[in-house]
């Protein structure tokens, strides 16, 4: 079962559009953590947020904590051909330990020229 | 800042064949490695969680002497894929908690093909 639910799994626009990224649980989690993974590599941390209506802001990325902490969206303004990869969501539960990462399904993003 | 190094990055291997991948935690020690699968165009999924000294702990729906993981040293957890068969091939990424600035830091990965 997968406790994060993350939205769209593709998404395919033209430069200059704007897009958002989301991830929901029923879940409560400590921390969720944000990544971009390009073919072949390791997935590469983009922003943490902790804080329940935590806003991140990383250039033309937004990056938003729900209130509850269950939920968190990625927000892409006037994307660009160099956005495009694979986006990820993680979701860390326990306090200061770090336990296991709960991932989402993924957003394959395609920005074309 | 702290760096998990994985090797190899690629493999190709023939049925039948082991194959075994290596996570170095560098200039930190690592006493817990998470274990990842990654199909194409797919998100991560956990397969284990190795422990330095004590047994791996597997998801459940993983062979456990199919993918063989030994954390013998606070440096350093492998995963060995047994009998290796087309349908193991593969990415495979370990993460070690507890560094860097999300908590978690990644390998590069390893693509197992196996023909």
């Known amino acids: 079962t997968q406790l994060l639910e993350q939205s769209p799994q593709f998404l395919s626009i033209q430069e200059g559009e704007n897009l958002t990224v989301y991830c929901n649980s029923s879940?409560?989690?400590?921390?969720l953590q944000w990544y971009r993974q390009e073919p072949g590599e390791g997935p590469v941390l983009l922003v943490t947020?902790?804080?329940?209506?935590e806003v991140k802001k990383l250039k033309r990325l937004t990056f938003q904590f729900g209130d509850a902490r269950k939920d968190s969206s990625l927000h892409i303004t006037a994307a660009q051909p160099g956005d495009t990869g694979l986006y990820l969501c993680?979701?860390?539960?326990?306090?200061?330990?770090?336990?296991?990462?709960?991932f989402g399904q993924g957003t394959i993003l395609t920005v074309h020229p | 800042g702290a760096v998990v190094s994985q090797h190899p990055s690629r493999v190709i291997c023939k049925s039948g064949t082991s194959v075994k991948i290596e996570c170095r935690s560098l200039d930190f020690q690592a006493t817990t490695m998470f274990w990842y699968r990654q199909f194409p165009k797919k998100s991560l999924m956990l397969m284990a969680t190795s422990n330095e000294g004590s047994k791996a702990t597997y998801e459940q729906g993983v062979e456990k002497d199919k993918f063989l993981i030994n954390h013998a040293s606070l440096t350093l957890s492998t995963l060995t894929v047994t009998s290796a068969h087309p349908e193991d091939s593969s990415f495979y990424i370990c993460?070690?908690?507890?560094?860097?600035?999300?908590?978690?830091?990644f390998g590069s990965g390893t693509r197992l093909t196996v023909v």
């Open positions: 879940s409560v989690f400590s921390s």
């Open positions: 947020v902790v804080t329940g209506g």
């Open positions: 993680a979701g860390a539960r326990g306090g200061t330990s770090y336990g296991k990462l709960t």
């Open positions: 993460s070690a908690p507890g560094q860097g600035e999300s908590g978690y830091t």
